[in-house]
Every structure is written in C-alpha cells, then in structure tokens.
C-alpha cells in the first residue's frame, strides 16, 4: 500500500476507478510546515492587508506596490519558484495554501496571483535558463512584478484569434511588436509582462516585455463591478522592440504556453475561492448570531441554519476537490524527482487538466452560491457597503469569467475525456461497452448495501451509480451524434455537469472516508461525524442534478420509445432512498454557528 | 549562551470556544504557537544573535505541538524537542517534565511565556525555575545581558521595576518585550532541516504516575454572558449625565 499511495492517478480516472481514501491527500493531511505557511500568510493578511482594505479599494498602487514588496519579503511570492532561481520550490499544497489564505484579504489576492501565477509561470515552465536566470530571482522576491497578456478587444475566449503581431527586425536582433490587450490584470504597476502575438501575422507565440520598452503604454484604469483592489487596464503595443532573445518557448509554440499557463490559473482560482467561501461563512454566521429578529437571533431560524449548512456543504466540497486536485499534482511531479520547472513539469500539471477545470467551475459557482447566501442572511445591510459581505458578492462574480469561461470549460471536459479515450489512456470506451452488457442482461443494477458497518455504504453506492449514469448518457451521445457531437453544445455541457458532480462527490466522500479510517484508528470517531453527515446530505443532492442533466440529454436525443425504454434504465441507475436533511443540515448548522466560521 | 525556550501550542485567541461532551473540543480549531511564548522564543533569538550561542525550544504534548515548535524553529531557535504526551498534565506535571528536560543540558537563560492563552495560570515557568533552583522573574517587558547578569524590567501597575538577575535564570515574557518577528517561508524551508528529537517520559527518566495533577477538573462550561441593559430614561440633558455617571464609574472605579 506504501508504493500505491506515492502513485498518482491518472487524469479522469475517477469516473472508472474506485479510489482507496488513503491515496487521496485531504486538507487533513497538512504537514506541520505547511500549516506554519498558512499561518504566516495568514498573519501577514490579518495584520498587513485586512487594515489597509479600504486604501487598497480605492487603487492606491503604491501601497498594492507596497504590500507586494512585503509580501516578497515573507517568501509568499517565491513558492512556485524553483531555488536555483531564487524560489523556494515549495510543493504545490504549499504553494495552495498560500493563494487561499491570501484571499481572506480581498482582491489584493489577485495582484499576487496574476504575478506569481499567470505572470511568473510561464518563465518558469517555459524560459531557456537564460531567461529565467534574467527574469525569475527578481520575481520571486518582489523585486518586480508580471502580468500576463493574451486576451484582446476581439479575442476572449477565442484567445488564438489574437490579432497582435510581431515580425524581426530587418536585422534581426528584435522582434517588433503591435497591437492591444485587453483587461490585463497588473497592467498599472507591472515591470514584466507576457505578451501573446503573432510572428507575421501567423505563428502564435510568447514574448516577455519589459514595462520600461518604448512603445508600451497602458490604458486607463476599467470601472469594475468588483475586485477593485486590482489593476485592469489595456496594454498597447506599438513597435514595441523586444530582443529575441526574449522569445518563450518556440516560435508558433505559444499555445502551448498559453493553455499549460491557464490550467495551472484554473486550480489556484479554485484554491482562491476556497478562501473567499471561508471569509463568506465567517461574516455571515457572525452577523446571523448578533441580528436579532422576532426577539432572537436570525441565527436560532431553521431557514438561516439551512443557509448555513448549504455554504459549509459546498465549501466543504470544493475544498475536498481542489486539494486532492493539488496533492495528485504534488505525487505527480515528485514522480519527476523533484524537478519542479521546465516543461516536464507542466505536462505533469496537465495531467489533471481535466480536474482544474472541473474544480475552476466547481469552485467558481460554489463561491457565487455562497456570497449569493451570504447577502441574504443579511439582508438589508448585506446590500450596504459597509458590510465586507457586499464586497464579496460582488468580487466573487469575475470567478466564472476569467481564466477560460465557465462555458469554455465546460465545453473542455467532454473534449478532454475523448481524447484520453482516443488515445487509449483512459478506459471510457470498455467500460461503457461492459455497463451496457450489464444494462442487457437486466440484471439487479442496483449493487448490494456493501459493508453494514461503513457509514458511507450507501452514499459509495450512489456514487458508484452516478458514474454509471455518466457512462450510459455519455456513450449514448458519443453514439447518437459521432462527429457531430462538437456542435451538440448543451449536451456537451451538461455531461460535463455530470463529470463534474462525480469528482466533487468522489472527492468529498474519500475524505470524509479517510476521516472515518483516520478517526478509527485514533480511536476518537467524532471528528468525523460532521464530513460523513455532510456527504449523507450531499450525495443526494448530487444525485438529483445528475439525475436532471441525464434526462436532459436523454430528451434531447430521443423520443417515443426510445426515450421511454433509455429513461427506463435511468430511472434504475438513480434511484436511491433520501435521508433526513432537514435534521442533517440542523446538525451541521449547529456546528457551524458554535465554531462561527466554516467546519469540516 | 546556551538557551532554552519552553513553549506550547494554544488555540488562536480568535477562535470561539466550542465546549463538547464536558471538554473543549479541539475539532476544526486553529492552533498558534501561545502568543505569549513568541515573546520569549523572539528574546532568545535575539539574544543569540548578540552574543552567539544555540536556542532550544521544547514543548510537552499532543503530535499537534510539532507545528509549534517548527514556528519557533523558523524564527531562528536551531533545535527542539517534543516530550511526548497526551497534554492532559496541569503545570505540576509540565513542570516536572521541562525541569527533567532542563537537567539534560547547561543552559545559561530559560525563556518561557508568561502564561498560555488556554491555560492561564501563568505557573509554569516559575514552577520549573522552582524544581531547578534557579532564579526567576515573570512577566518582563525588557531584557538586557551585561556580563554575567540579566537586567529586566517588569510592568508594577503604575510604575516599572528594573532587577538584576545572576545567570542562569528563568524569565516569562509579556507582551511587548519585543515585536515577534514572521517565520518567514525561506526560514520555514531551512527549519525543516533543523533537528526536531521526539521524547517519552520514560526516556527523561519519568515515571507518569508520578506526574498526574494535583487538581482536577469538575466541570467544564462556557461562563454565560453577563449583559445589562438599562435603558435611559428623561430628558436629553438627563440622559446625558446618567450616561456620563455611569461610564465614569467604569472609567474610575471607587
Ligand atoms: C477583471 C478582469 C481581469 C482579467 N485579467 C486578464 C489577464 O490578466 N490577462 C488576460 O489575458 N486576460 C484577462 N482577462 C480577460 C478574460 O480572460 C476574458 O474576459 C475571458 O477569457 C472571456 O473573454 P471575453 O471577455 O472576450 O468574452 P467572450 O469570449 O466574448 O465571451 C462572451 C460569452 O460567450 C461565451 N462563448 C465564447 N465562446 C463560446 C463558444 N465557443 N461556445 C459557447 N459559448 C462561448 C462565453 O462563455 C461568454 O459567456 C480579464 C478579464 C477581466 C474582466
């Protein structure tokens, strides 16, 4: 079992395999360094960035500077860095733990995200040693700082469709750059930024720029809804002369860089929501337990405390996913022997590039979901400015846009699943073929109740049934639309609905599992309880949505008999009995509104 | 200088006290090194940073106090020990530990905090000074060396006392002996590299049976909140005074 834990899966694997809970890092699993950096983020938050919140709204990019450079200072922008290059080539927990406390402190979290992560990673997978002997120990310490430019007035999502060129110079020492950037987050204060353009028109590729290059300019500052902690402004290029020396990766390689660069922008995003559902649950059971109504506090109404419950649940869940997410990565690249750059390192990323989608949409509208409830338990006050609960609501909302749109990355899952299929590194195709032998011969689908002693029996079974209902739908479609099916957007959308509920579920339940195994052996038993009530709730909530998009897709393939006997077999694979959520939810509120934050 | 900082690791005081099935339930809280002990593990290491020599810190208790003494560890102490236990010991027991721990090396100054934010009792340090025969002074806001004396000062309420102390010694800090410096994430990396021992009671030669408290804890509950409300009553200028009465009684009591 020792050599099975240092495996890492592989990528999409959950939606075949079962998971032992002992090979799946849960944030019970933090060594005590690792808590030592949450701490010191956490300070530095709480003493450095939480007083100057309002200064830092209102764009005072000298103190953002500022907090930066101090930043720079406790080491928190060197943790991706590898140490020959002045970093500290912390593992990726590590490195997590960091982009989540940051956010308790409000969109200052993106001026260090947007440089230590879109900024600074693409020198430190893909720079030559040159550049990254140039470029990377001024990064990591806060000596300097990066952006990263790819998106365009008329190129967002279609970011290949950039429209910014660069041609050589005639005698070849620079390449000249044109064009305009759109919404680049650091553009106020940036020294270096990564630009995307065309060689001749063509050949996509990546270029660092230097601030200081004549020619640069930026735009005026954009009016945002939110995180108006953090510069966003265009970035104009005109002959804009850059060494060639400057060039990352290979010319008309620059996609490349540019996806590897946003899959690792999509997991520190769902790490980062992570921090912001935490501060959201604190502000408003806080509020619930002082605001009185009816002659008690909002807090002692079953409707807040079903509130309550719903936001620790979700948080819980997001948080099971993206560090599991993190500690695959952390096994995979230890896998490398520790070589943490270069682009080896990031094929080892994108190993789960399916799962940093997964959990950047995931966590993206659990953040929403939970500001949404966050302002409701408030009320009124939730609607003023004063309450830090208005802030959050709206800095949450930027989540499902950047960093690919949550449509975008839906639309990725289904792709990326194929192609693992395609190339044979993942089973999809066998195991439908073999469900569907099972599916013919009517046999009892629903497996036996398993272990009477496992707490979970029951939620294992409903997710072995989810994955189940992933394969019947899906093979469903694959067959029905073949080609086709690119254009067949809903259902490519709502099947990744259904990926993405699985790895939720699945993480959610193998940690709660290794908590129950953990607590076993502790002989406590108690700390547990609160994660495996969380999944008995849950799981069936889960279930009614894959249920939902299931016949969704179904419907929208069939009709007649054929959807009648397909909707037949559905009904089979998601039937389950419900628990008493009302009474689990209480349970978990009440855990939640004794502790007045989030509990896991 | 040869130096030893006892510590432990507390609840972060922003944390709400959950009491559960007639103990302080430990579930979901976030733990810190006590604040009052960064004052003491800071004073040692600058200390050492003066006049040379090695910081130890040691804690007693739970596995959990490992991530307090990699804290004091990346604030600059280059060793620690961990007496393993279930940290249901009260001072007495504690105390026994950290003198027999004590006895295991020379050590010129013995830091501790001035009490714990969970505990309380401030006893602690002037119980092992008391089991080691050392001189002791709690709760000190400056510290200096000059030769083979400490010069301390301590808060009197009102006025401030200056000693000089004959090493070795043991001092608690209080807050505001010095400003605690970060454990900055570089100095985390080098820590994990510092060695960190594991003890039991019997290797220091300690038989537990021998260390159970003398006191017993009763009962555990959280202490009900007192708040009195009184509504004023008449005219604003009335009003007025009985609010400025009543504040001035909390201001200047007597
Ligand atoms: C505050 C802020 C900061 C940002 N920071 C940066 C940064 O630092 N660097 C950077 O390069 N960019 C940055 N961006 C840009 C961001 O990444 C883009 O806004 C995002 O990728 C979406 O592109 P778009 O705005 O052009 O929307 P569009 O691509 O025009 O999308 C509009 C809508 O159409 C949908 N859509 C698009 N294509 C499809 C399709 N094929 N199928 C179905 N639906 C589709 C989208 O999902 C969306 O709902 C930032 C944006 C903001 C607002």
Partial sequence: MAADQDKAPRGGSFLLEDVNPAQVFTPEDFTPEQKVIAETTRRFVDEEVLPNGEQLEHQDWDLTVKLLRRAGELGLLAADVPEAYGGLGLDKVSSSLITEALTRGGSFALSVGAHVGIGTLPIVYFGNADQRARYLPALASGEKFAAYALTEPGSGSDALGAKATARLSPDGRHYILNGTKQFITNAAFADVFIVYAKIDGEHFSAFIVDRSSPGLTTGPEERKMGIKASSTRQLILQDVHVPVENLLGDPGRGHVIAFNILNIGRHKLAVGCVGGMKAAIEASVRYAKQRRQFQRAIAEFPLIQQKLADMNIRTFVTESMAYRTTGDMDRELAALGGSFDGPSAARAIAEYALECSADKVYASEALDFVVDEGVQIHGGVGYIQEYPIERMYRDSRINRIFEGTNEINRLLIPDMLLRKAMRGELGLFPAAEALQRELLSGGHLAADGGDPADPLAAERQLLAQAKKVFLFVGASAVQKYMQALEGEQETLAALADIVIEIYALDSALLRAAKAVWRGESAGAGDSARNQVEMVRVYAREAMERIDARARQILAGMEEGDALRTQLAVLRRLTRFEPVNSKALKRAIAARVIAAEKYVS | ?254
């Fill in chain 2, 1 to 254: 200088m040869n130096i030893l900082v006892f510590v432990k690791q507390t609840f972060d005081t922003e944390e709400t006290v959950v009491v559960q099935g007639g103990r302080v339930s430990e579930d979901n809280v976030r733990f810190v090194l006590n604040p009052y002990d960064e004052y003491a593990v800071e004073q040692a290491v600058q200390v050492k940073e003066e006049f040379g020599g090695e910081v130890t810190v040691v804690a007693v208790g739970q596995e959990r106090m490992e991530q307090a003494l990699r804290t004091a560890l990346a604030m600059g102490a280059d060793k620690a020990a961990l007496v393993e236990d279930d940290g249901s010991l009260d001072e007495y027991g504690v105390a026994k530990v950290l003198a027999a721990f004590a006895r295991r090396g020379t050590y010129d100054l013995l830091f501790a905090g001035q009490a714990t934010v969970d505990g309380a009792s401030a006893q602690t340090g002037p119980r092992v000074a008391e089991e080691l025969g050392v001189p002791v002074v709690a709760a000190i806001l400056r510290f200096t060396l000059e030769g083979d004396r400490a010069v301390v000062e301590r808060d009197m309420e009102g006025y401030s006392e200056r000693l000089s102390v004959p090493l070795p010694a043991l001092f608690t800090a209080q807050q505001g002996l010095n400003e605690p410096r970060y454990p900055t994430l570089p100095n985390v990396m080098k820590a994990k590299k510092k060695p960190l021992e594991r003890l039991t009671l019997e290797d220091l030669g300690l038989a537990r049976e021998r260390l159970l408290g003398r006191t017993a804890t009763v009962e555990c509950f959280v202490a009900p909140k007192t708040r009195q409300r009184r509504m004023l009553q008449g005219s604003p200028e009335a009003q007025a005074q009985a609010l400025a009465d009543e504040l001035r009684r909390f201001v200047l009591p007597d």
